[in-house]
């Protein structure tokens, strides 16, 4: 299957402003994947970090896009999702 998406297809401005709203659904889908089972709970927490990153201007669309390319979702990630879980305790 061929990959219809290229990066390189927008323009410099778009890539640097936030990753949009499906990236971030997109990254809590594949990172939140169990083998076959989908972690829907983790999927949420994923795509609610990564949202409010990106509503933050913290991640940018280039960054979830190579997020997206990766095998797996680095640690500071889930770090930050502890993070806020053990805050709102």
Known sequence: MENTFDINSFDKERVANPASFPQCRALGYKFAKKG?????????????????????????????HQLLQGKTLPKAFFDKIDAYIKEQS
């Open 36 to 64: 076959e089972a989908m972690d829907w709970k983790m999927q949420k927490r994923i795509q609610g970090c990564m949202y409010s990153l990106a509503k933050d201007k913290k991640l940018s669309f280039k960054r979830a």
